[in-house]
């Protein structure tokens, strides 16, 4: 089993819609939770933490499930400027391992 | 930022290359990762206070440092067809998972 699974995709949406990204990770002492963003032949960039408590971010919001070792990520009114990949990240407790990631889910909006 | 160079580079297999990179103001902790083709980035190597701090599931002939101004070196020697990938170096301050990684634009290696 993968370390970090993501939704295939790809995900084509119209401008407007809510989509939602899954993620479930195997190490059950993960600690920190991101999504991070990458545009086509770009580097990643943070797109937001997840914390347990769920946290939203304008249009985004993030949620964790620890129990389920779950995350997801919610765009709600999708723009064309959405459209990039999304990529499911976690670190463990430890800090001698760093970002472990899933291998992305790529979204298109249209127009 | 984190600035990476080359930005691209065309190698021939069995060459070698180095790649490297500036860690953004006052980051002491460098991390390499090679990202193929349609996959997630994959982690190389990680560097704390220029002490190896981890090593992913790679082989020997990828090797790197972290120099006293932080910047990094990732060498890579007897280069297959297979390593042709994009490059992505990311530093942060204090141990991954405590604080954001900020990435570089990464270097796209081709090798032919």
């Known amino acids: 089993r993968k370390e970090v699974e993501q939704d295939p995709g790809p995900f084509n949406v119209p401008e407007g819609a809510t989509v939602a990204f899954n993620c479930t990770y195997s190490?059950?002492?993960?600690?920190?939770f991101f999504w991070y963003r990458q545009d086509c032949r770009k580097e990643p960039k943070l797109l937001m933490s997840?914390?347990?408590s769920g946290n939203e971010d304008g249009r985004f919001t993030a949620q964790l499930n620890r129990a389920s070792q779950y995350i997801s990520l919610l765009i709600r009114d999708s723009k064309l400027s959405d459209s990039a990949t999304y990529l499911c990240?976690?670190?463990?407790?430890?800090?001698?391992?760093?970002?472990?990631f899933g291998k992305g889910t790529r979204l298109s909006v249209i127009a | 930022g984190v600035t990476q160079s080359p930005t691209h580079l065309i190698k021939t297999r069995g060459q070698q290359v180095t790649l490297r990179c500036s860690s953004q103001s006052g980051h002491n902790t460098v991390s390499w990762y090679q990202q193929a083709l349609g996959q997630g980035p994959q982690f190389i190597f990680q560097y704390y206070e220029k002490e190896e701090r981890g090593r992913g599931n790679f082989p020997d002939r990828f090797s790197a440092r972290q120099f006293p101004n932080y910047s990094s070196e990732l060498n890579v020697n007897a280069l297959l067809l297979g390593d042709s990938a994009l490059y992505l170096c990311?530093?942060?301050?204090?141990?991954?998972?405590?604080?954001?990684?900020?990435f570089g634009q990464g270097t796209r290696l081709t090798v032919v």
């Open positions: 190490n059950s002492a993960s600690q920190s």
């Open positions: 997840v914390y347990s």
């Open positions: 990240v976690v670190a463990p407790s430890s800090g001698n391992t760093p970002l472990v």
């Open positions: 990311a530093s942060s301050f204090g141990e991954v998972g405590d604080t954001e990684a900020f």
